[in-house]
């Protein structure tokens, strides 16, 4: 019982020593959690954050301030605040929880602070979100949350702070430290993370040996029409690796691949053609 007593005890002080770092977000009838990143910055969910109306924070006496959203990144989930707050920030540690170990989510629910105990249920190396994001370790929590607790900060027993939880699909993830410090630097500084663009609108077709891209559309000002692609194209290989299908290619157009050039081969009209590209940055919406 002793041992219970201190185990308790333990981390209801963690809990305490972090929750007053953590806030309510709203936004258009959505309520989330954040926390202070760096002096009037909070970092969020963004699946939470609503696309339009104003938002605000919730501070824990209760009242609220006017933010405004600097940056927001849909393939990693984070999204990048404003807001008048004297709240201290959190420090992120950089360590990844192995697979077993205790994880308290410190987070907020109708504006007070909430906290849920679990377990790291998975714990593994880096992984591309649905939508494209590059995540810096694959970190699952054996932990209930509701939809407000989204953008929690989830701490392993030491306290240490290692990442946000969000909900995915039928589980709760864990954006780490890492991914978390890359893209909102890169949202504090540009407002926005570059994405690689070849400027062609591509569909997919068979093909007697694998799978082509189609170019059905060429962006006039865009990277690919200056080395020479077509309408009418069809893509079938990568820097000498066949393509695997449009959304493989759309993928490995991320930050890094700004700037970089690459070789497409391609066929037109049945013959083989090539083209060195080189990658631009796609031009916001």
């Known amino acids: 019982m002793t041992d219970l007593t201190s185990l308790s005890s333990a981390l209801a002080e963690l809990v305490a020593r972090t929750a007053p770092s953590v806030v309510s977000v709203h936004s258009h009838r959505s309520r989330a959690t954040g926390f202070v990143w760096k002096s009037g910055l909070i970092v969020t969910a963004d699946e939470a954050l609503a696309d339009e109306g104003e938002v605000e924070i919730g501070l824990a006496d209760g009242s609220r301030v006017a933010a405004t959203i600097v940056g927001r990144d849909h393939t990693t989930d984070i999204a990048l605040l404003r807001a008048d707050v004297a709240t201290a920030p959190v420090k992120l540690a950089a360590a990844v929880p192995p697979l077993g170990a205790l994880a308290v989510v410190v987070a907020t629910n109708r504006d007070t602070p ?18 494209g994001g590059e995540i810096d370790a694959r ?11 989204q953008g929690g900060l989830a701490l392993d027993a030491s306290g240490a702070a290692f990442g946000m939880a969000v909900l995915g699909p039928r589980r709760v993830l864990v954006i780490p430290t890492a991914t978390i410090e890359r893209v909102a630097a890169q949202l504090e500084t540009r407002g926005r993370i570059a994405r690689g663009y070849l400027g062609l609108g591509l569909q997919p077709v068979r093909l007697d040996d694998g799978v082509g891209a189609m170019v059905m559309n060429v962006d006039k000002a865009g990277p690919s029409a200056t080395a020479g692609i077509r309408q009418g194209d069809v893509i079938v290989a990568v820097n000498d690796q066949k393509l695997s299908g449009v959304r493989a290619l759309s993928r490995t157009l991320g930050p890094a691949s700004v700037g970089a050039v690459v070789e497409i081969a391609a066929r037109r009209g049945g013959e083989p053609v090539s083209f060195k590209v080189t990658v631009g940055e ?3 919406a």
């Open 114 to 131: 909430s906290a849920a105990l679990g377990m790291v249920s998975a714990s593994g190396s880096g992984w591309r979100s649905l939508r």
């Open 139 to 149: 970190i699952e929590l054996d932990v209930r949350l509701r939809p407000a607790q």
């Open 282 to 284: 796609r031009p916001e």
